[in-house]
């Protein structure tokens, strides 16, 4: 069962435009929300983060929002980049947890020039 | 300052086949921790390592056995290789968490193909 679900596999969107990534999650007990992004053969690098006391974070071009009582966060990009296009991974973890980030299966998100 | 390294890039096994992996980390890290990432899923936590001398399971650790003799080395082997094994493993670290708040850096990648 997925606790962290994304599920678009794939996005494109116009350079310029604004990019829109959705991530649902299950458990309830979940607190802390992370996002990462990955280029082909590289890890994941730490892109922005949510704690549940929040409902916004933002960082330059990067917004996330998290909507507590729909158990959903997006990630917001504007404007997108060429160099945006990467797959992005939601993940979540419980600070009562075993250290343990639970990840969604990712969104490859294309800019198209 | 080189963050984390993983050894080696790419392997091919044949099943039945030992090998170890090595991630290291020069940023001083007390967690680490070693992933499988497979097609069309997140990535699954494999072991992890809370400090040196520590080593614990995490949701797919059938198969694997892990070793953290130094802080700054872990290690991931594999005793019989399966063909089930054919992942992408990422190793990676952390600072001590805060209140379950951390940032994870991550390695390049282990890409192994189990014939």
């Known amino acids: 069962d997925q606790q962290v679900k994304q599920n678009s596999p794939s996005l494109s969107v116009q350079e310029g435009r604004i990019s829109i990534l959705n991530c649902d999650y299950t458990?309830?007990?979940?607190?802390?929300f992370l996002w990462y992004k990955k280029y082909p053969a590289e890890g994941p690098t730490f892109l922005i983060s949510i704690s549940s006391i929040k409902d916004k974070n933002e960082d330059g071009r990067f917004t996330v929002f998290l909507n507590k009582s729909a158990k959903h966060l997006s990630l917001h990009i504007v404007p997108s980049q060429p160099g945006d296009s990467a797959v992005y991974f939601c993940a979540a973890s419980a600070s009562w947890g075993n250290y343990q980030l639970i990840w969604g299966a990712g969104t490859k998100l294309i800019i198209k020039p | 300052n080189a963050g984390v390294t993983q050894t080696p890039k790419f392997r091919v096994l044949k099943t039945g086949q030992s090998m170890t992996l090595l991630c290291a980390q020069d940023m001083n890290h007390e967690y680490m921790y070693w992933y499988r990432q497979d097609p069309g899923m997140g990535l699954r936590l494999i072991h992890y390592s809370v400090g040196e001398g520590t080593t614990a399971k995490g949701e797919v650790p059938d198969g694997y056995n892990v070793s953290r003799l130094k802080k700054q080395n872990f290690l991931l082997g594999l005793e019989s290789a399966a063909p089930s094994q054919t992942s992408v493993y990422f190793c990676?670290?952390?600072?001590?968490?805060?209140?379950?708040?951390?940032?994870?850096?991550f390695g390049p990648g282990t890409r192994l193909l189990v014939l």
């Open positions: 458990n309830s007990m979940f607190d802390y």
């Open positions: 990676a670290s952390s600072t001590a968490r805060d209140r379950g708040e951390e940032t994870q850096y």
